[in-house]
């Protein structure tokens, strides 16, 4: 579980982006200021830039990724013959909302980063 645990934190970073964030270090967040009141607005995605990131917006889709993979790996538990029916069946509701969520999230992270994608 130890080897698990170090693989799983080692791909959310890979994922996150860290090599970019050390190299290039971007903001955490960024802002945005309202034109009509003047009031600074955060933001926490770069709307219309592929190739750069804010940390959280990294770290956010990094997470999607990991709970899509959890969720797969609790419907390959789900599978186990030795397991109760409702421990087996708790296990694949788990495992279909995380891999539901994940994708969800991660196109609406797309349309917001890119707004005119698959229009």
């Given at each position: ?20 964030d050390?190299?290039?270090?971007p ?20 709307s ?72």
């Open positions: 579980m130890t080897v698990f645990s170090l693989v799983l934190l080692t791909y959310f970073m890979v994922v996150s982006g860290i090599v970019y050390v190299i290039v270090e903001p955490g967040i960024g802002s945005t200021q309202d034109p009509v009141t003047g009031t600074v607005r955060p933001i926490v995605f770069m219309g830039r592929v190739n750069g990131q804010y940390i959280i917006e990294g770290l956010s889709s990094g997470f999607m990724f990991v709970l899509g993979g959890v969720g797969i790996i609790l419907l390959d538990l789900a599978l186990d013959k030795n397991r109760a029916k409702s421990v087996k069946v708790s296990y694949a509701s788990a495992g279909v909302s995380s891999i539901v969520l994940a994708y969800v999230m991660s196109m609406l992270f797309i349309r917001i980063k890119i707004p005119a994608y698959l229009r």
